[in-house]
């Protein structure tokens, strides 16, 4: 009789560590879960400041190259087409000379936005790929802090188990 009480006892003891073990680790695990989601957020803050920051730069490309660099020409309400206006510019020229003079000033303008196109385009990219790099990277590591932390319980379930089955062959 004292050895069943012995038994239960040793039983009961070891029912008591395995919980206290599983408390510590399912806190750890809550731990390493709420690290992650930080991280997680902390990226996610990183991507929106990102990617504002090159909403405002489009925006402010938008409105430089909105900017009247030469002279517009106001169109009349009336009118159906932008063609009319363009030949109505074209028809103030009454040289070569001027319309030579305009012509030189378009195309470098638009080499201009070319260029500035061009390099938002870039920007835009590098941007991207850095964002997806950095993204890639988060998930990486939290993968790879998952797939340790699945490791290591696995590691202490099993020697938990191997003490289990020593005691039990002792007993019996």
Do not use: C, F
Request: hydrophobic share 35%; charged share 35%; glycine share 4%.
């Amino acid at each position: 009789m004292t050895e069943s009480i012995d038994r239960t006892g040793q039983l009961t003891q070891q029912w008591l560590a395995e919980i206290k073990a599983l408390k510590q680790q399912m806190a750890q695990l809550q731990q390493e879960r709420d690290e992650a989601w930080q991280s997680s957020q902390k990226w996610r803050s990183l991507y929106n400041t990102e990617a504002e920051q090159r909403r405002n730069d489009a925006e402010l490309y938008k409105k430089t190259i909105a900017l009247p660099q030469s002279p517009q020409i106001p169109i009349d309400v009336g009118e159906v087409s932008n063609t009319a206006a363009i030949e109505a510019e074209i028809a103030k020229y009454t040289t070569a000379e001027e319309l030579r003079g305009k012509l030189i000033a378009v195309i470098k303008e638009r080499d201009r936005l070319l260029h500035s196109l061009k390099t938002e385009q870039a920007n835009h990219a590098q941007t991207r790929k850095s964002l997806t790099t950095a993204l890639g990277d988060a998930i990486d590591s939290l993968t790879r802090e998952r797939a340790e932390a699945g490791k290591s319980q696995v590691d202490e379930e099993d020697a938990e188990r191997g003490e289990e089955d020593e005691g039990d062959g002792e007993i019996l």
